[in-house]
């Protein structure tokens, strides 16, 4: 499926990106995205976890810091509806 493939794009991409790369973040938020689209999806809860790590990674970095605790926030309450 393109979502698939779409996230192992993704992955290859953020690989070549290490830590203190300027870019890094907005990988991370992209694969975050796409894999809580995945879990959406298909319900596999590892996507889920996955985009939690990444989420927290990205939100660390925080020059966006609205949109990172946004997707954590997101990520958590899928796993702990109130």
Same mark, same amino acid.
């Given at each position: =499926? ?9 992955? =290859?991409?953020?690989?070549?990106? /290490?830590?203190?790369? /300027?870019? #890094?973040? *907005? *990988? ?7 894999? *809580?689209?995945? $879990?959406?999806?298909? !319900? ?10 990444? *989420?927290? =990674? ?6 966006? #810091? $609205? ?7 997101? !990520?958590?309450?899928?796993?702990? /509806?109130?």
């Amino acid at each position: =499926e393109d979502l698939d493939q779409a996230i192992t794009l993704q992955s =290859e991409l953020l690989a070549s990106r /290490p830590v203190g790369y /300027p870019h #890094r973040y *907005s *990988s991370l938020m992209d694969i975050a995205n796409q894999l *809580s689209d995945r $879990f959406h999806r298909r !319900g596999d809860a590892k996507d889920l976890d996955d985009a939690i790590v990444f *989420s927290k =990674e990205a939100l660390a970095l925080h020059p966006d #810091r $609205f949109l990172s605790l946004n997707n954590l926030a997101t !990520g958590k309450s899928t796993i702990h /509806p109130l």
